[in-house]
């Protein structure tokens, strides 16, 4: 037993003190805004010499670029923190939006340099990455140089940096306003409450269906009435998105997803095809489920209903404790990193209203730290999301020493971490559990996470697809985009549910995030992925943690494709792998059901 008393409340004082009115934070804006001023001015001024002489001037504006980015990149985690922490911070959401704009005239400053890399002749551009310091940066200029020949002009992409502030962005802003003020209705011990959305989606793991049934019946409801809102703001963002794709000649809408996740589209089908291919042994469980909780068939609201009646409840000092534990089992530099994050309280946990619904890790570059967000309130799936969120503050903590411009990895990759992070706690939870119903518990809540990423995220994968075709077209309407989600939730779900959950494209945030288009494939691929490399780590023990440190740390430096050649010599175009990874959380579902034949 620790001695420590983990805080279930983040500290975010360390970074700039009083929040959204911080001085200190103020003064930090006006320091990245001159730095962003200063590189955009150097940019300007540089005409390439196509001649090995550019290398000297090249470094100078990576080294303004690495400064300008890594203020703003803190800037936007710290204000991101405020709005996640409280939604009703409306000094927060102007900050937001002062970083929104900074970060638009940075882009356009990026995408002038990448333009002028492009100008360098072929031969003169090989001479430049094989000089250092530029050597070690080579994969991510070169990336950079090839993405910017696919874009229009400087001008015309300038122009879409800045319209993006409030043509494309703030709709994604409005979606977080608009959540920010739902209130989900809940009658409990004879009173009625009004839930936020964070709230109100932890009730649908209780073990009581009346409680799930009843949430749910409000939560559509809640949905509903704001869906003509919802529907306006996401074909807003997604037309932008559409009509910046036809300007630029891209005929897919996967084109820049797969691009930003480095991988080539061979890959993707590959993976949803095996998935496709193994969904029955996923319809087995699910059936068992209902038979186990009385039903015929399950409903969307049962999807997370726990094993049994007896609610699990593991209290936040508890969780943090057993992540240690078996983080120490993996390596001792992942436990020790997890005991550090604790202590100095880089995690906002706390149960409390006001607070934005689901969970985050991002990371405060300068401060070399990263700040967690979730709301736990003492359910196995709580402990789990804490292990996967560590992940990702850990995948960050791996490449502190690398440099700047080579940390910019992927989604793909960064759940493959968090994912990596989950499965060693779910796994240890199935392994020490205390009887065949802790264990049938566990491992039901351990399932259920194979449900969601190999046919949640698949439906969520189908809806986006056939709503871009639809989006278009033009305008997709309420009751179209109703229908569209529900079709995608038959078939990823291959028809084994008896209601689902039509609404799922409002109340799902990562349909409205402008980030990152397709926020949902890089999910499935991180957990997939990350099975094979915790099979690897599984057969070698305790050594394999800087074989892993070494995977990480070059995540953002070569594509998915090579780095699972390189690290794990497998060829992610093919099947085998695949194959192999989907199996691995298949065998949980085979135990699950040996282990309730007779129940």
Known sequence: MTATTYSEVWNLDVFFKGGSDSTEFQEHLIQTEEQIKNFEVKVNNWTPLNALEDAKYLQE?????EGAAKKLFQA???VGCLLAQNTEDKRAYSLDAKITSLNATFQTALGSLDNMLTSIDDVVWQ???SVEPLKELAFVLTESREKAKEKLSKEEEALISALEVDGYHSWGQLYDL????????????GGEKALSVGQAFNKFSSPDREVRSSVFKNW????????DFLAKTLNHLSGFRLNVYKKRGWESVLKEPLSINRMEKKTLDTMWTVISENKQ????????????????KLSWFDLDAPYGKTETKVSYQEGAEFIEQNFALFGDKMAAFAKNAFEDQWIEAEDRPGKAPGGFCTGLPESEQSRIFMTYSGTPSNVSTLAHELGHAYHSYAMRNVPFLNCNYAMNVAETASTFAEMIVADASVKKAKGEEEKLVLLDDKIQRTVALLMNIHARFLFETSFYEERKQGT????????LMLKAQKVAYCDALEEYHPLF??????????????????YTFGYLFSLGIYAEALDEGKGYEEKYIALLRDTASMTVEDLAQKHLQVDLTQKDFWEKAVHICLDDIDEFLELTENK
């Open 61 to 65: 504006l990576l080294t303004g670029l």
């Open 76 to 78: 936007g985690a710290f």
């Open 127 to 129: 001479q430049l990455v």
């Open 178 to 189: 608009i959540v920010s003020k739902i209130k989900v209705s809940f009658t409990e011990q």
């Open 220 to 227: 559509e409801m809640a949905w509903g009435e704001q869906a």
């Open 281 to 296: 042994k996923l319809v087995q469980y699910l059936e068992r489920k209902a038979k186990l909780l009385g039903l015929e």
């Open 476 to 483: 997709v309407s309420v009751e179209k985009l109703n229908e």
């Open 505 to 522: 494209w409002a109340s799902k945030l990562h349909f409205f995030i402008t980030s990152v288009p397709f926020y949902n494939f890089p």
